[in-house]
RNA sequence: GUGAGUGUAGCUCAGCGGUUAGAGCACUGGUCUGUGGAACCAGGGGUCGAGGGUUCAAAUCCCUUCACUCACCCCA
């Protein structure tokens, strides 16, 4: 078998599938205890929305989409991220007119990327958008929403950082990027920044490279280094957070106090400042401490330009984006294990054919009573029991030549080990009267 | 895109120049023909990632390539 899933992509395995429906299931009890509503957009778009939406200097929209043309040579982009999507949903759709909207998705995402641990090319997001309102106790909110999340997975030892970078009026994050270009140019000798001609001053103290090539493209990147020299340089930098216009400063407030008064712990991280250009004051991120280096569980914030680059009218949103992978990983690396539901009857047809047809026709019985049940097809016998365990099994009925001589069946109790004769008339009797707990009279034989 | 590491049975790995390539777990069968998880015995399964080279001889050494993993970049 030399056709392999594609690099970056992984199978999901019964196995394991009960962990992703325990995720998507938090996901979606967590979304609507605080009032969301589920919206599901085409998995490709318009390659134009991504561009425009997260903005065509971010690494994603320069090489990390799966970009191609369809047969009528349209662009079409498999979505990287869903925010966009939502955001050109609801204008197109023409929802942005009255109050605020809560929304909630969960989906897949691809990007082109170097596969590594928590990091892969298609991969999956669970996420909120509130639309339409640019109050500053939504966004703490859903940072409180994402850890009740968090919690209902069994996660702890995380945290969370925050941040605002400003807006894009003149007094705020520009003045502010202005003011952090000139120090770093004050701080850097680097031979790219001399060639970039960004950089006349000519120091001891160096950024790397890489930052140098930063302070070019995107001054605020510098603080993502890790590396020690950048690293001093930037632990004296201007502070995105003491450069604020005053509706930023006083936005920005609100979200700590309101934090407060949710009880949720953070610490303000002027490091973090998100890739994407559409966000807008407040950013954050959910970390752990339990992954690798790609430890961010969840990453958000405000964006109240987006609607505005679409194109559309302007209305402020916030929304966070949480990977499911992620999540899973974290689950699995602290041995928080979600219970895994079985079948608890199996069949067992011992010699001949009349056999197996009574247990055809019990078996739609204990299934028309809603008890999951399964029938031994392959006629492997009292061998199969083995697999009890694996299977979830509590209760094999066994159908041979001695019951069916005596109209009845064997219940055998696959975890007390006792076993019981019913006749077949008492057991239908006993699966109708089963009402919610259809198992449970089937336990309550073995008391 | 860059760097490093690893590719041998379904899984975890041993073998690192010398006959027909091994172990544990898993699987199948038997001891036990209608009663599982134990024990013992037997069995199936591998183009040693692929291609080329060195050598009397290559899983083992060299080159190329592919895949996986981790890290950088960036992010969920």
């Known amino acids: 078998m030399e056709i392999k899933a ?11 599938i009960h962990k992703w429906h325990a995720v998507e299931k938090a996901a979606r009890d967590t979304a609507e205890l605080f009032g969301y509503r589920e919206i599901r957009t085409p998995i490709f778009e318009s390659t134009d929305l991504f561009a425009r939406g997260i903005g065509e200097g971010t690494d994603i929209v320069e090489k990390e989409m799966y970009t191609f043309l369809d047969k009528g040579e349209r662009s079409l982009t498999l979505r ?4 966009a999507s939502v955001m050109r949903a609801l204008l197109e759709h023409k929802k942005t007119g ?5 929304l ?10 170097r596969p590594q641990k928590g990091r892969f090319r298609q991969s999956h997001q669970f996420g909120v958008e509130a639309i339409g309102s640019d109050s500053p106790q939504l966004d703490a909110e859903q940072i409180c929403l994402a850890m009740e999340f968090y919690k209902r997975l069994g996660l702890d030892k995380l945290s969370v950082d925050i941040n605002s970078i400003g807006c894009s009026n003149d007094n705020c994050r520009p003045a502010y990027r202005r003011d952090l270009i000139t120090y770093l140019k004050e701080n850097t000798d680097t031979l790219l920044g001399v060639l970039f ?5 000519i120091g001891n103290k160096g950024l790397c490279d890489d930052c140098a090539r930063r302070m070019v493209n995107n001054p605020l990147r510098v603080f993502d280094c890790k590396k020690d020299g950048c690293k001093q340089i930037i632990s004296r930098a201007p502070r995105t957070y003491e450069h604020l216009c005053d509706d930023c400063r006083a936005h920005f407030e609100k979200v700590k106090e309101t934090l407060e008064l949710l009880g949720v712990k953070y610490r303000v991280n002027p490091n973090i400042v998100r890739g994407l250009d559409y966000y807008t004051r407040t950013v954050y991120e959910v970390l752990s401490e339990s992954l690798g280096a790609q430890n961010a569980l969840c990453g958000g914030g405000r964006y109240d330009n987006l609607a505005g680059e679409l194109g559309g009218v302007k209305v402020g949103g916030t929304g966070f984006a949480a990977g499911i992978e992620r999540a899973i990983m974290v689950m699995d690396e602290i041995g928080k294990k979600p219970e895994r539901p079985g079948i608890p009857v199996i069949i067992l047809p011992v010699g001949g054919e009349k056999a197996m047809n009574q247990a055809v026709t019990i078996l739609k019985k204990i299934r028309d009573s809603g008890i999951p049940a399964e029938l031994d097809y392959n006629n492997r016998g009292f061998k199969l029991l083995k697999k009890s365990e694996e299977e979830g099994w509590r209760f094999a009925f066994i159908i041979g030549e ?42 309550n034989l073995f008391l």
Do not use: M
């Open 98 to 102: 009255g109050d605020l909207l809560k």
């Open 6 to 16: 594609p690099k970056g992509t992984q199978d999901i395995l019964p196995d394991e």
């Open 104 to 113: 909630y998705y969960i989906g897949p995402i691809f990007r082109y990327e």
């Open 402 to 443: 001695d019951e069916l001589k005596e109209g009845k069946v064997s219940i055998k109790h696959l975890i007390k080990r006792d076993q019981k004769g019913i006749e077949t008339a008492e057991l239908e009797e006993l699966l109708d009267s089963g009402g919610k707990d259809p198992v449970g009279i089937l336990e």
């Open 80 to 83: 990287p991220e869903i925010t």
């Open 197 to 201: 001609g960004e950089i006349d001053n």
